[in-house]
Every structure is written in C-alpha cells, then in structure tokens.
C-alpha cells in the first residue's frame, strides 16, 4: 500500500467530561477512516481517563472505542498503545484480548525505514520530581495489588474525583500550562535530545503535553529529529499523520 498511512491519536481521556460519548464517536468516526488507509495506529496513552483491569470484570463504558479497536485488530492493522499517567493500569488486557502491542515506556520502532522514538511523555527529562515519586508508587505491583482488593465503584469514583480536581488545579494555577514552554523546558523534548545522542532516530512522537507541535529539534552533539506532539483529543480532536516520508498535524472534522 505505497500511500498507507501511520495514525497518531494522544489524549482522549474517555470518562472525563459531559461529552465523553460524543468524543468516542467521533474518535471511532477517526479510525472508520483509518481501516481504509493505515498500515499502523498509534494510541499515545491516556485514551481513558482512568482505567483499571481487573481480573474478571471490564470497566464500564467505552465500548464503541474497544470494539472499534478490536475491528481494526481484526484487520490486520498494527496497533499500538503507549500507557500514559492516566491509564497506567490497562496491564495487558488489550494485549490479551486483541492482540494490541503495549507499552509501558518510549519505544523506537520502525515503519517505512524510518526510526520512531514513541511514548506517552509523563515523567520524562526529570522536570517534576514530585510526580515521578508518584509515579513509582503508581507502578509499584504491592500497591496495585492492595488497590485492586478495593471494590470498583470506589475506585473509580476516587479516580474521577482526583483526575478532575487535578486538571482544574493545574490549569487555574498556570492557565499557560498547555501552552510550548521551549526546547530547554519542555520535559519530553529534553529526553529526546538526550536519547538521540544515544541512538539516532528520524521522529520522535509523543503525547501528554496536549499541545500540538511538529519541529525540529537539535540534541547535545548536533544529531537532529522531528519531534512531533499529538496535542489532545480531549480539548481539540487533535491527531498526527504519518506518510510518505512527513509527518502532518490534523483536526477532526464532522
């Protein structure tokens, strides 16, 4: 397929919002599309505002997105999905399920002869330390363990409660916080220019940040790469496209 494209999608956080639903519609509108032309999709992580498997019972919700998923498993196209800060806990349910190659941290792979350096972005460049301490105890298997003995209407209403109460606090307290701090600031372009003096690579696409960008970056020792955010499909329907050698940024549309 010489003009197959590579879909990119970041940020959804199904489960949050009055219009979750309309969201994951039109998100599965997005990858009706794709079946038709993608060779791979790429889910950058926190597709789900909270999410937790468990051994026997499946979360609430969110069906069309996984039956969607499974569809395009079903097909033949690669997908892969990148565990954001989010939905950390989706362990290996999708993988099992539907064959979907997980990740729990940036990846290069390869499409086309080209390298991807590819990840979520949560706790990269060591710009908050705060949250990555969190992070670890999020990952710590003992605390996932002791969690998942908690019963599921508590858990997610604990979920939903502090994701909610997070991202209200984070943006009335820097209403620019989405906003492109600049290659020395920005946590996931700092650990790209670290990497890419370590391996070289032609991209770089991640997600997290809810900004949408594509630009050159330049690591330590001059090695240079496209790094390339998703933005979100949370705010702004925002995904990324991948052909014939560029990367595009793209806005869904009705």
């Known amino acids: 397929m010489p003009d197959s494209k590579i879909y990119f999608i970041a940020d959804a956080h199904l489960g949050a919002g009055d219009d979750s639903q309309l969201r994951e519609r039109q998100l599965c509108a997005l990858l009706d599309k794709a079946r038709k032309d993608a060779t791979a999709v790429i889910f950058l992580g926190d597709m789900f505002d ?39 806990w989706v ?14 941290d940036p990846t290069i792979l390869q499409f086309d002869g080209k390298k991807f350096l590819i990840g979520h972005g949560d706790g990269l460049g060591n710009q908050d330390r705060q949250y990555n301490l969190i992070r670890k105890i999020f990952r710590c298997r003992l605390n996932q363990q002791m969690f998942a003995i908690l019963p599921e209407w508590m858990t997610f209403g604990i979920a939903y409660h502090w994701s909610g109460r997070s991202r209200k606090s984070h943006i009335k307290k820097d209403p620019t916080i989405f906003e492109y701090q600049g290659d020395e600031k920005e946590g996931i372009v700092i650990h790209c220019r670290q990497q890419l003096d370590q391996e070289a690579f032609d991209y770089c696409v991640f997600g997290h940040r809810h900004t949408a960008i594509v630009r050159t970056i330049t690591s330590p020792k001059g090695r240079t790469a ?15 496209v991948y052909q014939n050698g560029v990367i595009t940024l793209a806005s869904w549309q009705e």
């Open 50 to 88: 909270f999410w937790f498997t468990y051994r026997y019972v499946v979360p609430k919700g969110h069906v069309r997105l996984i039956g969607k998923m499974a569809e395009l498993a079903d097909a033949g196209i690669q997908l892969h999905y990148f565990i954001g800060n989010h939905d950390m």
């Open 91 to 104: 362990f290996r349910y999708f993988e099992e399920q539907m064959d979907i190659s997980m990740h729990d």
């Open 226 to 240: 496209t790094y390339v955010n998703a933005g979100d499909w949370l705010a702004n329907r925002d995904y990324a």
